[in-house]
């Protein structure tokens, strides 16, 4: 072999192993909250609504935030009807740019946030007044999200347990004594 067949045999070599850089689950949940931030803040504008807006990653979701104006309330609507409805756009605007189905979360005034403080509240309460009584106890219709709170929260009082009763959308948890 003389030196010009080595030489390009190590271009082939270059050309055929190129340097890949990989994207992280982390990189693409940011991603994702950025185009959900761009997206939500024409949105805002189109509304001429103030609001600040967050994103963060928590586990296997972007979280995005709006925070901070007055009129903030309507976009969350009666038990948050309109912030699913919006989340779900937000997702699909999402999903159009990215080519992926998006599982990002979106809060609106702390709504969530405090939503899930008071589910979790509440299934502590009944888990532990369901334990001392031994009487079960229905609770509301939930959607799902709602109800993986309340299990979460009883499964951490012992000699409780927790099932999912009925079919959607009249699905609730029952909190039943070991």
């Known amino acids: 072999m003389n030196v010009d067949q080595t030489s390009e045999v190590s271009d082939m070599t270059e050309q ?11 990189d693409r949940l940011v991603e994702e909250g950025e185009i959900a931030g761009d997206y939500l803040e024409q949105f805002l504008d189109v509304l001429d609504f103030d609001g600040d807006i967050d994103l963060d990653v928590d586990g296997d979701r972007a979280i995005v935030s709006i925070d901070g104006g007055n009129d903030l309330g309507q976009l ?12 779900e756009l937000t ?55 709602e109800r993986k709170i309340v299990h979460d929260a009883v499964a951490a009082v012992d000699g409780v347990y927790s099932e999912s009763e009925g079919a959607e959308p009249k699905r609730r948890v029952v909190v039943i004594k070991e």
Do not use: H, Y
């Open 91 to 145: 997702r699909l605007a999402v999903q159009q740019e990215t080519g992926d189905r998006s599982r990002l979360m979106l809060d609106v005034a702390r709504w969530r946030a405090g939503r899930r403080e008071r589910l979790a509240a509440l299934g502590t309460e009944v888990a532990e007044r369901v334990r001392d009584s031994g009487e079960r106890e229905e609770l509301d219709p939930m959607t799902p999200f």
């Open 16 to 26: 055929t192993t190129p340097p890949q850089a990989e994207e992280t689950a982390e």
């Open 76 to 87: 969350v609507g009666r038990k948050g009807e309109v912030l699913d409805a919006l989340q």
